[in-house]
T-cell receptor, first 111, second 115 residues
Framework: RKEVEQDPGPFNVPEGATVAFNCTYS??????FFWYRQDCRKEPKLLMS???SGNEDGRFTAQLNRASQYISLLIRDSKLSDSATYLC????????????FGAGTRLFVKA | NAGVTQTPKFQVLKTGQSMTLQCAQD?????MSWYRQDPGMGLRLIHY???????DQGEVPNGYNVSRSTTEDFPLRLLSAAPSQTSVYFC??????????????FGAGTRLSVL
């Protein structure tokens, strides 16, 4: 079983739609959580951090559920420019520095 | 504002050749890492460093060496290239503490093909 699992998609949605991605992690020692965005043939870039209390950045909302060990990303009012791969990232502080990336969820937003 | 700079952007090697992928950051980050990205696999950690003079192995270290003689530079060496090392390689750096802790900044990547 992978330590961080994501639905690979692709998700195909029309402009203006609301879309949600989930990510599960297996190690309860995981302490920090992020969503990154990766455009085709580009490097990953931080989209937002994820906190237990939930956090929102414009049309994007991230949630963490420690009891069930999953994080989510909600995108409202999808734009064409939201088309990308969204990577779930988990940091484990196990006496060292261990960053684990999910394989990513592909999103296509169509006009 | 350079951030993380990787060179080269593209490289083709023959099996058995060696080469070094360069990575430099100008943000005074303590942590630096090398990842490879393969289709359907996500990013996998090759080696990382928590500061100058300190390196450690990640998930897939075999066939690669690293060194960290300065805070800024973290080169990745392929000792004897194999077709299985065909991949996209990303270097990343981050702070080790503070509010920006663990937020990684990536270089643009190196696309490597081993024939």
């Amino acid at each position: 079983r992978k330590e961080v699992e994501q639905d690979p998609g692709p998700f195909n949605v029309p402009e203006g739609a609301t879309v949600a991605f989930n990510c599960t992690y297996s190690n309860s020692a995981s302490q920090s959580f992020f969503w990154y965005r990766q455009d085709c043939r580009k490097e990953p870039k931080l989209l937002m951090s994820v906190y237990s209390s939930g956090n929102e950045d414009g049309r994007f909302t991230a949630q963490l559920n420690r009891a069930s060990q999953y994080i989510s990303l909600l995108i409202r009012d999808s734009k064409l420019s939201d088309s990308a791969t969204y990577l779930c990232v988990v940091i484990q502080n196990t006496g060292g520095f261990k960053t684990i990336f999910g394989a990513g969820t592909r999103l296509f937003v169509k006009a | 504002n350079a951030g993380v700079t990787q060179t080269p952007k593209f490289q083709v090697l023959k099996t058995g050749q060696s080469m070094t992928l360069q990575c430099a950051q100008d943000m005074n980050h303590e942590y630096m890492s090398w990842y490879r990205q393969d289709p359907g696999m996500g990013l996998r950690l090759i080696h990382y460093s928590v500061g100058a003079g300190i390196t450690d192995q990640g998930e897939v270290p075999n066939g690669y060496n690293v060194s960290r003689s300065t805070t800024e530079d973290f080169p990745l060496r392929l000792l004897s290239a194999a077709p299985s090392q065909t991949s996209v390689y990303f270097c990343a750096s981050s702070y080790s503490k503070g509010t920006a802790k663990n937020i990684q900044y990536f270089g643009a990547g190196t696309r490597l093909s081993v024939l």
